[in-house]
Nanobody, 125 residues
């Protein structure tokens, strides 16, 4: 069992930065790949990025490449999402999620067994 708690969301102007954190409970955190998703009002949950258990492999959705960076500290059971050059279209509730699966469907929410409660990110224009 893994419990996830996100933090770090907030209101920022276009072009600004935020760093989200996701703290995990459980001794097996380092065995899970960790992903970030987001969901804007009226839209489906959207994949953002995933990191392998070691952090050595990452996969980003095209819209955030070059602006967002995922990292993880397995000693602290925490994964981070550094978001730079934020745009109004990045506004959403951001969720972290854990999975043991890194196959072709890793961008699908159904591939993730554990989810946090989400943190709101609002980018003003």
């Amino acid at each position: 069992q893994v419990q996830l708690v996100e933090s770090g969301g907030g209101l920022v102007q276009t072009g600004g930065s935020l760093r989200l954190s996701c703290a995990a409970s459980g001794r097996t955190f380092s065995t899970y790949a960790m992903g970030w998703f987001r969901q804007a009002p009226g839209k489906e949950r959207e994949f953002v990025v995933v990191s392998s258990w070691s952090g050595g492999s990452t996969y980003y959705t095209d819209s955030v490449k070059g602006r967002f960076t995922i990292s993880r500290d397995n000693a602290k059971n925490t994964v981070y999402l550094q978001m730079n050059s934020l745009k109004p279209e990045d506004t959403a509730v951001y969720y972290c999620a854990a999975t043991i699966y890194l196959g072709p469907q890793v961008a699908l929410p159904k591939s993730y067994a554990y989810w946090g409660q989400g943190t709101q990110v609002t980018v003003s224009s």
